[in-house]
């Protein structure tokens, strides 16, 4: 191993080499999942680096851990705990985002963040659609394919990539940094490492599609009975605004509730007692205000679904700033984690099934569960859900519990809703269980062989899709 | 053979299998490329009967040549020349077209033709957002992930797809016909079977994403002065009417003179002297002309480019009938065809770089092919391109000619300028030889890996992407 780094030293410098315990801490621990040992962490600064890291690796015999920014949601940029894996931090291969106005793209390196991308399209009235609460680096939201917020509207990762870059295990740096919007050549190599968590190769580099800054932003909340009025609201919407419609977020009563307990706000828009859902609609234009008022388009699909057969489902619309209604959404998450122990659950099922799955869910952990507790809150506009579950604090094998409750959620999703059980964080350790589960044969059989093809030792990574 | 043929009478009823010349025709040659001979021409009904097809075959050494409608541009769906493939015809797997608007999607048999999908959406008020010329089946459309007049704003079939079926030629059924829009769970399979010619399956059934129908739709036709000039009024479009622009088809002036020398059409809106580019511009909108006035908005757009620092490129802005302007367009490839011998190539390049190469192809071809004709015109909005070269009808070696021209453009497209070869029509024999000079050694390594886990005895097709 002290020839290893002694090799790994000469390659990055001696500052992108980390042995010691404690510089090590940050890239043991996931975000929220995830823990081990490393023995060490590189920190390449260019994609020649990170393919020399690679094979000096290979070369003596260490098995690698990729990691970007480490806040993944499913414990797949860890290392195990063997306290023998190199940790390949991208952190510093982070130098290159040249933006192409024209061409409607960015070549950016796979360390940028998503915060640093943005702001270096600012300039040029572009961004990157990707809407999220963290702050990844690109490589890793490509390696998890992410989603966020406004999917509804740009889709996900895999909808806005056009080129990358990806350094095998071998050290072979497989480069296809292709700026083409359209490229029909037979296999699109890209799709291969597009979600599948670093295990077929590192991401160095990426091409991305860029798009037009909104100029105008409108967002309002609809305090709304049911889960199928909000269905109802959505198809309206859709109806009426659908190509403008850039978030549809719904928050259950029991997570507004912590929010309002435990967030900070600065007055509780429900005076007390918020609905069954209150939901956050989001429309957003590049169209100049001469062109399309947008507040005038809300304001008159919401009045065709308050003149329609369907009105009654809403109970409220509030007035006020968008981003007083983003900050109450954005403080969920947190807010539950306050409420007790908690499990999150990234789940989808088809839209027109939002409604019916989430009572079922709810009224079948009543009955075997009574003491946890259903905050759902999530993307209903494109069938997304975060179904978190607060936990009794006093439970005396939590982790037992939380295994149980993930089985039986999962499975209720998959096999009676067809339905996904990992909506837009991906695949790794914490639900590696679901995966071997319910994944065909047919894709662990093409897993297999592309692992054998791209990473025939198994070198990257902690876990295995074939 | 006979026995073969038998097993398949048995499974498809007598009607399905056919066997003599004359019905044989059909399936033997391709649309522009491709033409052989069939042992057999066999139309499962169901994609269990496709499986079975499959199964049998193998079972008596069969290969097998899928089929959709035949009118892939590639010559991808023909069998070869030995007389001894059976043809497989998706045409009467064609029953099923289950619409479900609140997820957004429709799940179709693979023989289902465009046309026939967009009539059973369109008392929805949705539409399948791919738009061609031809009237292709959805099983073909993504084996060879069709593009379109569209892309610029809808993006490929890949864009449109969330679920698959696919027959592989063992006979076993993989089924993941999915409506979910988001499930991030590991490789995504229908991936492998997008764009790649039906050599690893046989696709059977598909879910694809479905929008709605525009309410509003304008077009107007811009004499432009340069290819310079095309872009700039495209950035200016982009820039304010962005996320309208439904076409974005430029049409030099070489390929219109062909349209008004052999067209059919009411009158020359040139009066006779078509400008170096006419550009075909289509706005289009789900939102009802109370929210968004599309037309003021097209002026708006083509004011504000006529006020701006480009104005000069624009030479004539032209009032009339949108289906009058897209009817000229569609009638380019086959007024060329009046000319003389074509060569078709579908290319692209960075967006930025369309002038530039256009020009660039042109004067090189100008001087080491003086009796060749150059006519472009193709989807300027994605970076897309249809050079069609008209060549000399007494040429002593059309076929030469062609191979001579093919090799020197694509050489051109993809090694100097980072394009594509084949921008929408995918990859068979016609473009082989390309591909087999482009391809980088990891994709086709990853191709041969997954041809020996899905089509292990290269039971389909012709040709081999590996």
Redesign the interface.
Known sequence: MHALLDALRATVGDDGVLVDAHDLATYERGWRYGAGRARAAVKPRTPAEVARVLALCREHGARVQPMGANTGLVGASNPDTSGAMVVLSLERLARTIEV??????ALVDAGVTLSALNAALAPH?LTFPIDLGADPQLGGMIA??T?GTR??RY??V??NLLGLEVA?SSG?L?S?L????????????K??F????GLFGVITRAVVRV??KPRQRVATLACVASGEAV?QLL?TL???????LSAYEAVSREAMQAVLRHGVYERDPFGGAPPAYAVLIELS????P???DLG??LE?ALAAHLEGPHADGVVDVLVGRGEDFWHLRHQVSESLREEGPVLGLDL?????QMAVFTEDVQRRLAADFPAVRVADFGHWG???THLNLVLPRDHGDLAGLKRALQDRVYALTVEEY??????????GPHNLAA?QR???P??R??????R???DAEHALGTFD?G
Do not use: I, W
């Open positions: 192409a106005p024209v061409d409607g793209v009235g998890t394919n989603g999917l509804v889709g996900d895999r909808h095998l072979e497989v296809r292709t700026r083409l919007h359209k490229d029909n050549t037979g296999l699109d190599l799709q291969l597009v979600g599948t968590s798009v037009p269905l198809a859709q109806a009426e605004v659908g190509e403008l234009t590049g169209l100049a001469a062109v399309l005038a388009a008159a989808s099922v088809p839209r027109s494109d069938g997304g067809s339905g996904s059980y990992s909506a837009e964080h991906g695949v995966y319910f994944t065909s047919a894709v059989a093409a897993c297999r062989a592309l054998a093809t791209f899709l």
